[in-house]
C-alpha cells in the first residue's frame, strides 16, 4: 500500500491503534513501528499516547474513543449544545473508569470518573460518530460533579431546549439528595413544576452553590441554603 493510499485510509478512523496499524499495512510488528516512525516524523500522524494514534487535529473527533466507555460532557458538551458562550480550551470526558490526563497538541483532555454511566448517544460530528451526553445528562453531570459553575447549568435550563421529564427521571433515577434538591429548586425558579421530586428529599440542608459561602436564607420546600443569588 503506497503512503497516500495508506493516509487517506487511517484519515476514516477517529483514532487507531498500533494493531489496527499492523492489521492495514499487512506487514509485521518490526516494519509498522519503523514506518510509524517515519510518518509520525513527517508530522503526518499524531501519537495520542502510548499505542493510540490519529491524522486528526481536532481532539474532538476521537477524545470519546480514548478510552471505552466514555462519552463528551461538562464544558465541552455545553459549548457543543452552545449552552454556553464560553470558550472552554479543555476536553472534558465521563469515563467509566479513572484515568490521566492527555496533552494533546497543546489541549488537555480530561477524564472525569462517573459511577452513573447513562444518558449519552452517538452524535455526527465532522463526518465521525462521536459519544456525548444527552442535553439532559449534560446539566445532571455538571451539578453531580460541580465540575462547571452554576451559572452555566441555569442557563442550560433556560434554554428551553431540555426535557424536564427526562431531567427528572435521571435525577430520581441516581438517588443522589444533593443533586434532587439543587435541580428542584433551579427548576422551580426557572418557572417549571417539578412536585415529582420533592418526595425525594430529606431533612438535611445543603448550600445552592458548594463554590460559595454556606450563608443565606433557607428554602423549607427543597431544604435548600440559597447562599448566592442566580438569574
Same mark, same amino acid.
Given at each position: 500500500?503506497?503512503?497516500? /493510499? ?7 478512523? &477517529?483514532?487507531?491503534?498500533?494493531? #489496527?496499524?499492523? $492489521? ?14 517515519? @510518518?509520525?516524523?513527517?508530522? @503526518? ?51 467509566? *473508569? &479513572? ?8 489541549? /488537555? ?14 452524535? $455526527? ?10 442535553? +439532559? =445528562? ?5 451539578? %453531580? ?5 452554576? #451559572? ?5 435550563? *433556560?434554554?428551553? +431546549? ?23 429548586? %433551579? ?11 420533592? =418526595? ?16 443565606? =436564607?433557607?428554602? *423549607?420546600?427543597? *431544604?435548600?441554603?440559597?447562599?448566592? /443569588?442566580?438569574?
Amino acid at each position: 500500500m503506497n503512503k497516500i /493510499k495508506l493516509l487517506k485510509t487511517l484519515k476514516t478512523y &477517529p483514532l487507531f491503534t498500533f494493531n #489496527d496499524f499492523i $492489521r492495514i499495512i499487512r506487514k509485521n510488528r518490526e516494519y509498522a513501528s519503523t514506518l510509524l516512525y517515519r @510518518l509520525r516524523k513527517e508530522d @503526518l500522524i499524531y501519537k495520542i499516547e502510548r499505542g493510540k494514534y490519529t491524522l486528526h487535529d481536532d481532539p474532538l473527533i476521537f477524545a470519546s474513543y480514548i478510552q471505552i466507555p466514555s462519552y463528551i460532557s461538562f464544558w465541552t458538551a455545553s459549548r457543543f449544545y452552545d449552552f454556553t458562550e464560553q470558550l472552554p480550551r479543555d476536553i472534558t470526558i465521563a469515563s467509566a *473508569k &479513572p484515568k490521566r490526563e492527555i496533552n494533546f497538541l497543546g489541549t /488537555k483532555i480530561k477524564f472525569i470518573k462517573m459511577k452513573n454511566f447513562f444518558g449519552y448517544k452517538k452524535e $455526527r460530528y465532522m463526518n465521525f460518530n462521536i459519544f456525548i451526553a444527552e442535553k +439532559e =445528562k449534560v446539566v445532571i453531570d455538571c451539578l %453531580l460533579t460541580k465540575s462547571v459553575p452554576l #451559572d452555566e447549568v441555569v442557563k442550560a435550563i *433556560k434554554t428551553k +431546549e431540555l426535557s424536564i421529564n427526562k431531567l427528572v427521571k435521571y435525577a430520581i433515577k441516581i438517588k443522589n439528595k444533593a443533586l434532587i434538591k439543587r435541580l428542584g429548586y %433551579l427548576l422551580e425558579k426557572s418557572g417549571y413544576e417539578c412536585r415529582r421530586l420533592e =418526595k425525594y428529599t430529606d431533612i438535611n440542608y445543603i448550600p445552592l452553590d458548594p463554590a460559595f459561602k454556606v450563608k443565606g =436564607k433557607k428554602n *423549607k420546600n427543597w *431544604k435548600i441554603i440559597v447562599n448566592r /443569588k442566580i438569574e
